[in-house]
T-cell receptor
């Protein structure tokens, strides 16, 4: 059984650009959450998707948006990138309150 | 609002010594509590979780944690450290299926 997968593993962008990160949940999981982990910090909750709708959202600006597809996979989009968006972006899938994390996408904004 | 405080950003122990990583939480109602481990350049792996019931929770790799409501604590322990335990450890609290993490504790294990 494949766990949570994320693509790409690494990404380099410049300020002002837009980026899309992708996540495939663990088999049987219907809920996907996204977290941002800045260097030396704990992960911060961005938002959560369930049944293709955003169910909860953390304290992140509207530049951060997402989508969930019928097969439960998800995308995180970030517009107008800032230097401060450089971080490890983690996707987690869950079925009943236990979240399983993917390896993350390392985004560097230059 | 929920929050988590991890006391000590760095902890160093000798191989074979007791590991104690401290976590205190703030929540208006009994929360779910978790400990995750993160190895370099990897995602988070669940070590153990407390939901309801028994307050002493056993996890993977010999780790355990005790939920103490009166102290609002959920400290992580392991009787004997291995070199392979060197990693970053995160305590997290959850009420509504989103995780709120502490700032992490980096565990170093010396031979």
């Amino acid at each position: 059984d494949a766990g949570v997968t994320q693509s790409p593993t690494h990404l380099i962008k410049t300020r002002g650009q837009q980026v899309t990160l992708r996540c495939s949940p663990k088999s049987g999981h219907d809920t996907v959450s996204w977290y941002q982990q800045a260097l030396g910090q704990g992960p911060q909750f961005i938002f959560q998707y369930y049944e293709e709708e955003e169910r909860q959202r953390g304290n992140f600006p509207d530049r951060f948006s997402g989508h969930q597809f019928p097969n439960y996979s998800s995308e995180l989009n970030v517009n107008a990138l800032l230097l401060g968006d450089s971080a490890l972006y983690l996707c987690a899938s869950s079925l009943r309150r236990e979240q399983f994390f993917g390896p993350g996408t390392r985004l560097t904004v230059l | 609002a929920q929050s988590v405080t991890q006391l000590g950003s760095h902890v160093s122990v000798s191989e074979g010594a007791l590991v104690l990583l401290r976590c205190n939480y703030s929540s208006s109602v009994p929360p779910y509590l978790f400990w995750y481990v993160q190895y370099p350049n990897q995602g988070l792996q669940l070590l153990l979780k407390y939901t309801t019931g028994a307050t002493l929770v056993k996890g993977i790799n010999g780790f355990e944690a005790e939920f103490k409501k009166s102290e609002t604590s959920f400290h992580l322990t392991k009787p004997s450290a291995h070199m392979s335990d060197a990693a970053e450890y995160f305590c997290a609290v959850s009420l509504t299926d989103k995780l709120i993490f502490g700032t992490g504790t980096r565990l170093q294990v010396f031979p």
